[in-house]
């Protein structure tokens, strides 16, 4: 059985920093393409940011220079560093796997909450 939980979420004032952690089960971690995604209130889901399996990353533009993201293979876990955060960033925040080989695999966490305060 697959499992994504993510943790880390709450509420910070703006331009302080949150960590997030995403802990996986159930996957080869090391070979899928891990990402962070967020949704805000009536908006669609967005890639925040997201880490292959040979490391390269890649980022939105709106969080580059602010958030890093990072795994680490031994632990089966992806984190998300997010410093200077902004209001604009309030959103839940999921974690997603994604592998295609032959075959399609995409899992997804059950969000946490990230609230930014002005």
């Known amino acids: 059985q697959v499992q994504l939980v993510e943790s880390g979420g709450g509420l910070v004032q703006a331009g302080g920093t949150l960590r997030l952690s995403c802990a996986t089960s159930?996957?080869?971690?090391?070979?899928?393409?891990m990402g962070w995604y967020r949704q805000a209130p009536g908006k669609q889901r967005e890639l925040v940011a997201a880490?292959?399996?040979?490391?390269?990353?890649n980022y939105a533009d709106s969080v580059k220079g602010r958030f890093t993201i990072s795994r680490d293979n031994a632990k089966n876990t992806v984190y998300l560093q997010m410093n200077s955060l902004k209001p604009e960033d309030t959103a839940v925040y999921y974690c997603n796997a994604f592998l295609r080989t032959m075959k399609k695999y995409d899992y997804w966490g059950q969000g946490t909450q990230v609230t930014v305060s002005s």
């Open positions: 159930g996957i080869i971690f090391s070979v899928y393409t």
């Open positions: 880490i292959g399996s040979g490391g390269v990353t």
